[in-house]
């Protein structure tokens, strides 16, 4: 994994931002909308605002965990027993799958566009 992010939830993307900027030091990486939510990606932190119905529909995940291949993702997954719980998808920064592990963590795993990559990680 190159990144992996604590998921945060917010009522408010613009009222939770100025607290994690003033402790990571940093500004988001990443400001995207998804469906009828918000993200944001600063440090390590992935917050997704909305009303809470909307928030939910993510709730299950306790993580994003950035790769650079998620079909070798994919793959580990099914070799460990993983539940795939959300197939393949797309979004505005690349594709991405929800997995739920043997052990009953689940996680959202996600492969960037080379160019949200190279914006994020310089790679």
């Not at 299950?60 to 965990?65: L, M, P, R, S, V």
């Not at 460990?80 to 043997?102: D, P, Q």
């Amino acid at each position: 994994m190159l990144k992996t992010y604590a998921r945060l939830w917010a009522d408010d993307l613009n009222t939770t931002l100025p607290l994690l900027e003033r402790l990571t030091g940093t500004r988001p990486d990443l400001h995207f909308a998804f469906d009828e939510t918000e993200l944001a990606a600063i440090g390590d932190f992935l917050v997704i605002a909305g009303p809470a119905e909307e928030r939910a529909r993510h709730a299950h995940a306790t993580a994003t965990a950035i790769g650079s291949d998620l079909d070798q993702a994919r793959v580990a997954l099914d070799e460990t027993g993983a539940e795939i719980t959300t197939e393949e998808a797309t979004s505005a920064t690349g594709r991405f799958l929800y997995a739920r592990h043997r052990g009953g963590a689940e996680a959202e795993y996600v492969e960037r566009k080379p160019e949200v990559r190279r914006q994020v990680l310089g790679a």
